[in-house]
C-alpha cells in the first residue's frame, strides 16, 4: 500500500470522526446516548434496595374504596400520620402539597396537630416556571404557615424530565431568589441520617442521575385506605421511611423512568430512589470531558487503522469486536462503579470510519474496475475479461514471465491496395476486416495485443492462459486464413488485386503485462518469443506458404494437427538456421522443398 492509499482513507475517517465529534458536542446525539443510558439501567438489572423505605400508595383502589374525590379531606391525613407515628415509623414524607389554606380551618389545624405530634414529618414544596409577556416567572410554592411551623422539614419535590419526557435525574437543592432551598429527597435523607438540625449542611443545586434501584414498585407499598382501616401490621412501619404519595395516573404525578419508558413510576417512588441515591452516596456520574474527548478519538484512530490494514470482512469483524469490548467495559463500569461512559458517539464514529473508508474503497475500485475492464476488452473477449476480473491475479499488468504463443498477420501487398482506392474505402475494407478478424482470436481466448495497419498481433497463454494455447493459436490462424479466402473476391472487385495473408506462430517464454511509463502504458508482450514470430510472419511470402509455425509451436501441437517440417531457414538476429513448420492443409500443391516425413520436427531438439 503506497502512501496516497494510506492518506485518501485516514483523511476520510478523520473527517468522520470529526463530524461525529460535533453532533455529539452540539448535544445532536443526546437523546440517542439517554436510550443507551436507559438500555444499561435494565441490562444492569434491579438492585435490592438497603434502605428501609416503604410507600403509603394514594392509588385508585383508595380512591374507589374511600369514595372521595381529590385532594381528600386533610383530617384524613391527619389520621394516616397518627397511625404512622403510633406503628413508630421512623420518618414520614408527603409527597402531597398543603400550599392553600383549606375552606374549612378545622381541616388544617387538625393536619397540624398531627404532625406536631408525630415529629418526624417532612412536607413538599413546588418550584413552578410559568411564561408571561416579560419572560418566564418563577414561584415557590410553600406549605401554608400553619402546617409548615410543626413539620420537621419541608423540601422541593420538582423532578428533573429530559427532552424525552423520562425522569433520569434530580436535583438535591434548588437556588432561587438567591436562597438555597434542599430538596425532598435530600430532607428525607437528613432525617433518616439522625440529623439534630435538618438543612443544616449546604448541598448542591446541580442535578444528578438517580441511580435507580429497579422499575415501579421495587420497594415495599401499602394503598392508602388499608392503614385507614387498619389492615397493616403496624411492624410493617416500624423504624422505616415512610413516603406518601400518589399513584393514580388521574393525579399527573407518575413519570417514566430509564426502567419503565412505556410504564409509569409514581413521583413517590423515584423519590424513594432518589433518597436512596443520596444514601448511598452512588449517583450516576458522566465521565468527565477530559476523559471522553481522548476516548473518542482513541477508539476512531483504532477503527480507521484497522479498516486501512485490514481487508473488508476482517476489518468489519475487528470493529465489531472493538465496539462490542467497548460497551461491554462501559456497562462493567456503570454496573460496578457508576460511572457513565458514552456509548453513541465512539459507536457511531467507528462504524462510519469503517463504513465511509470501506465504500470510498468500494466505489474507486469500482471505478478501477470499469476502467480496467474497457482496457481488457479492447485485447480479449467480454466473457475472459469478467473471468480476468474475478481473478485480478492473472492480470500480471506489473509484467510477469509467462510461457505463452504469438501470432502475426498481415495482408500481403496493403501498401499498394491502399494506393488504388480512396482512404474511405480502405477504412471500411480494413476496419470490416480487423473486426472479423479480432471475433476469430476471441472465440479462441486470444489476446488482442494491438493491430498495426492491416498487420494483427496476437497472444494466446496471457492473460489468462490455456494448457492448447499453441492450439488455439494455430486454428486461429487457419480461420484467419480461411476469412481472407472468403473476403478476396470482393476484395479484389474493388481494388483490383489479389488478397491473400501471412501467418507467423511461435511460442516460447516472454515478459507479458502492463509496460510503458506512468503517462502512457499497454498490455503487451516482449522478448525473443515476440520477436521470431513476426520474423515468422515476414518469411511467408518468401517461402509461398500461408502460415510459418516455430519448432516449439510445432512440438507443442502434439498430434492435434498434422504439420510438416519445410526447410532451415536464416533469421535475422540467430547464428544458426531454424527449421519451420506448416500445417499440411496449408502447404500449396507446388511447393517441393518439403522436407520427408521422416525427418520430424522433434529432432531439432536434439
Same mark, same amino acid.
Given at each position: 500500500?503506497?502512501?496516497?492509499?494510506?492518506?485518501?482513507?485516514?483523511?476520510?475517517?478523520?473527517?468522520?470522526?470529526?463530524?461525529?465529534?460535533?453532533?455529539?458536542?452540539?448535544?445532536?446525539?443526546?437523546?440517542?446516548?439517554?436510550?443507551?443510558?436507559?438500555?444499561?439501567?435494565?441490562?444492569?438489572?434491579?438492585?435490592?434496595?438497603?434502605?428501609?423505605?416503604?410507600? #403509603? !400508595?394514594? +392509588?385508585?383502589?383508595?380512591?374507589?374504596?374511600?369514595? %372521595? $374525590?381529590? =385532594?381528600?379531606? /386533610?383530617?384524613?391525613?391527619?389520621?394516616?400520620?397518627?397511625?404512622?407515628?403510633?406503628?413508630?415509623?421512623?420518618?414520614?414524607?408527603?409527597?402531597?402539597?398543603?400550599?392553600?389554606?383549606?375552606?374549612?380551618?378545622?381541616?388544617?389545624?387538625?393536619?397540624?396537630?398531627?404532625?406536631?405530634?408525630?415529629?418526624?414529618?417532612?412536607?413538599?414544596?413546588?418550584?413552578?416556571? #410559568? !411564561?408571561? +409577556?416579560?419572560?418566564?416567572?418563577?414561584?415557590?410554592? %410553600? $406549605?401554608? =404557615?400553619?402546617? /409548615?411551623?410543626?413539620?420537621?422539614?419541608?423540601?422541593?419535590?420538582?423532578?428533573?424530565?429530559?427532552?424525552?419526557?423520562?425522569?433520569?435525574?434530580?436535583?438535591?437543592?434548588?437556588?432561587?431568589?438567591?436562597?438555597?432551598?434542599?430538596?425532598?429527597?435530600?430532607?428525607?435523607?437528613?432525617?433518616?441520617?439522625?440529623?439534630?438540625?435538618?438543612?443544616?449542611?449546604?448541598?448542591?443545586?446541580?442535578?444528578?442521575?438517580?441511580?435507580?434501584?429497579?422499575?415501579?414498585?421495587?420497594?415495599?407499598?401499602?394503598?392508602?385506605?388499608?392503614?385507614?382501616?387498619?389492615?397493616?401490621?403496624?411492624?410493617?412501619?416500624?423504624?422505616?421511611?415512610?413516603?406518601?404519595?400518589?399513584?393514580?395516573?388521574?393525579?399527573?404525578?407518575?413519570?417514566?423512568?430509564?426502567?419503565?419508558?412505556?410504564?409509569?413510576?409514581?413521583?413517590?417512588?423515584?423519590?424513594?430512589?432518589?433518597?436512596?441515591?443520596?444514601?448511598?452516596?452512588?449517583?450516576?456520574?458522566?465521565?468527565?470531558?477530559?476523559?471522553?474527548?481522548?476516548?473518542?478519538?482513541?477508539?476512531?484512530?483504532?477503527?480507521?487503522?484497522?479498516?486501512?490494514?485490514?481487508?473488508?470482512?476482517?476489518?468489519?469483524?475487528?470493529?465489531?469486536?472493538?465496539?462490542?469490548?467497548?460497551?461491554?467495559?462501559?456497562?462493567?463500569?456503570?454496573?460496578?462503579?457508576?460511572?457513565?461512559?458514552?456509548?453513541?458517539?465512539?459507536?457511531?464514529?467507528?462504524?462510519?470510519?469503517?463504513?465511509?473508508?470501506?465504500?470510498?474503497?468500494?466505489?474507486?475500485?469500482?471505478?478501477?474496475?470499469?476502467?480496467?475492464?474497457?482496457?481488457?476488452?479492447?485485447?480479449?473477449?467480454?466473457?475472459?475479461?469478467?473471468?480476468?476480473?474475478?481473478?485480478?491475479?492473472?492480470?500480471?499488468?506489473?509484467?510477469?514471465?509467462?510461457?505463452?504463443?504469438?501470432?502475426?498477420?498481415?495482408?500481403?501487398?496493403?501498401?499498394?491496395?491502399?494506393?488504388?482506392?480512396?482512404?474511405?474505402?480502405?477504412?471500411?475494407?480494413?476496419?470490416?476486416?480487423?473486426?472479423?478478424?479480432?471475433?476469430?482470436?476471441?472465440?479462441?481466448?486470444?489476446?488482442?495485443?494491438?493491430?498495426?495497419?492491416?498487420?494483427?498481433?496476437?497472444?494466446?497463454?496471457?492473460?489468462?492462459?490455456?494448457?492448447?494455447?499453441?492450439?488455439?493459436?494455430?486454428?486461429?490462424?487457419?480461420?484467419?486464413?480461411?476469412?481472407?479466402?472468403?473476403?478476396?473476391?470482393?476484395?479484389?472487385?474493388?481494388?483490383?488485386?489479389?488478397?491473400?495473408?501471412?501467418?507467423?506462430?511461435?511460442?516460447?517464454?516472454?515478459?507479458?503485462?502492463?509496460?510503458?511509463?506512468?503517462?502512457?502504458?499497454?498490455?503487451?508482450?516482449?522478448?525473443?518469443?515476440?520477436?521470431?514470430?513476426?520474423?515468422?510472419?515476414?518469411?511467408?511470402?518468401?517461402?509461398?506458404?500461408?502460415?510459418?509455425?516455430?519448432?516449439?509451436?510445432?512440438?507443442?501441437?502434439?498430434?492435434?494437427?498434422?504439420?510438416?517440417?519445410?526447410?532451415?531457414?536464416?533469421?535475422?538476429?540467430?547464428?544458426?538456421?531454424?527449421?519451420?513448420?506448416?500445417?499440411?492443409?496449408?502447404?500449396?500443391?507446388?511447393?517441393?522443398?518439403?522436407?520427408?516425413?521422416?525427418?520430424?520436427?522433434?529432432?531439432?531438439?536434439?
Amino acid at each position: 500500500m503506497n502512501f496516497r492509499q494510506i492518506v485518501r482513507p485516514l483523511l476520510i475517517g478523520a473527517l468522520l470522526a470529526a463530524f461525529v465529534f460535533l453532533l455529539h458536542h452540539r448535544g445532536l446525539l443526546d437523546a440517542l446516548e439517554l436510550k443507551s443510558l436507559d438500555l444499561r439501567f435494565k441490562m444492569r438489572g434491579s438492585l435490592a434496595p438497603q434502605l428501609p423505605i416503604v410507600l #403509603v !400508595s394514594i +392509588d385508585q383502589d383508595s380512591f374507589d374504596e374511600m369514595g %372521595l $374525590p381529590w =385532594p381528600w379531606p /386533610r383530617t384524613l391525613h391527619a389520621s394516616l400520620i397518627r397511625k404512622l407515628a403510633k406503628a413508630e415509623a421512623k420518618v414520614i414524607a408527603f409527597d402531597v402539597l398543603f400550599t392553600a389554606p383549606r375552606a374549612d380551618p378545622r381541616e388544617d389545624r387538625a393536619l397540624a396537630e398531627a404532625i406536631k405530634e408525630a415529629g418526624n414529618v417532612i412536607l413538599a414544596a413546588e418550584h413552578t416556571e #410559568v !411564561s408571561s +409577556d416579560f419572560g418566564p416567572r418563577e414561584t415557590l410554592s %410553600l $406549605p401554608i =404557615p400553619l402546617i /409548615r411551623e410543626h413539620a420537621m422539614a419541608y423540601g422541593i419535590v420538582n423532578l428533573v424530565r429530559d427532552r424525552d419526557a423520562i425522569v433520569r435525574r434530580g436535583r438535591p437543592a434548588l437556588r432561587f431568589q438567591d436562597q438555597t432551598f434542599p430538596g425532598f429527597a435530600q430532607r428525607i435523607h437528613e432525617a433518616a441520617a439522625g440529623k439534630e438540625h435538618v438543612g443544616g449542611k449546604a448541598v448542591s443545586t446541580s442535578p444528578m442521575i438517580i441511580n435507580f434501584r429497579g422499575p415501579a414498585r421495587t420497594y415495599p407499598v401499602a394503598p392508602y385506605y388499608r392503614i385507614l382501616r387498619d389492615e397493616i401490621e403496624p411492624e410493617f412501619f416500624r423504624d422505616k421511611i415512610v413516603l406518601v404519595g400518589n399513584f393514580s395516573p388521574s393525579e399527573h404525578d407518575v413519570f417514566p423512568t430509564p426502567f419503565s419508558a412505556h410504564q409509569q413510576t409514581a413521583g413517590v417512588e423515584i423519590q424513594a430512589n432518589f433518597v436512596e441515591t443520596l444514601a448511598a452516596n452512588d449517583p450516576i456520574v458522566p465521565l468527565s470531558r477530559g476523559g471522553h474527548v481522548p476516548l473518542f478519538f482513541l477508539l476512531s484512530a483504532v477503527a480507521i487503522g484497522v479498516t486501512i490494514g485490514f481487508r473488508p470482512w476482517q476489518a468489519a469483524a475487528l470493529v465489531l469486536a472493538l465496539n462490542g469490548l467497548y460497551a461491554f467495559a462501559g456497562l462493567y463500569l456503570f454496573a460496578n462503579h457508576e460511572l457513565w461512559t458514552p456509548l453513541v458517539a465512539p459507536v457511531l464514529a467507528t462504524a462510519l470510519c469503517y463504513g465511509g473508508i470501506t465504500v470510498d474503497s468500494y466505489v474507486r475500485e469500482q471505478k478501477e474496475r470499469i476502467r480496467t475492464r474497457a482496457i481488457l476488452r479492447r485485447y480479449v473477449s467480454p466473457d475472459v475479461a469478467e473471468e480476468l476480473l474475478q481473478n485480478r491475479e492473472g492480470l500480471g499488468f506489473g509484467g510477469q514471465r509467462k510461457h505463452i504463443t504469438v501470432l502475426f498477420s498481415d495482408i500481403r501487398g496493403f501498401t499498394g491496395i491502399s494506393e488504388q482506392i480512396a482512404p474511405e474505402q480502405v477504412v471500411s475494407l480494413l476496419s470490416d476486416y480487423l473486426a472479423r478478424v479480432t471475433r476469430i482470436v476471441f472465440k479462441h481466448e486470444g489476446t488482442i495485443d494491438k493491430f498495426i495497419g492491416d498487420a494483427v498481433f496476437a497472444i494466446f497463454g496471457a492473460p489468462k492462459g490455456h494448457a492448447d494455447d499453441a492450439l488455439r493459436a494455430v486454428k486461429t490462424g487457419i480461420e484467419m486464413i480461411e476469412l481472407v479466402e472468403a473476403l478476396a473476391p470482393r476484395w479484389t472487385e474493388i481494388t483490383g488485386r489479389p488478397l491473400k495473408v501471412g501467418v507467423g506462430i511461435n511460442s516460447g517464454e516472454a515478459v507479458v503485462g502492463s509496460i510503458g511509463s506512468e503517462i502512457r502504458s499497454d498490455f503487451t508482450a516482449i522478448g525473443d518469443t515476440v520477436n521470431l514470430g513476426a520474423r515468422l510472419e515476414a518469411l511467408t511470402k518468401e517461402l509461398g506458404v500461408p502460415m510459418l509455425l516455430s519448432a516449439q509451436t510445432a512440438m507443442e501441437l502434439k498430434d492435434s494437427i498434422r504439420v510438416k517440417p519445410l526447410r532451415l531457414v536464416k533469421v535475422q538476429g540467430r547464428e544458426a538456421p531454424l527449421m519451420v513448420y506448416c500445417p499440411e492443409s496449408l502447404i500449396p500443391a507446388d511447393i517441393d522443398f518439403v522436407l520427408d516425413a521422416a525427418t520430424p520436427y522433434l529432432q531439432q531438439k536434439k
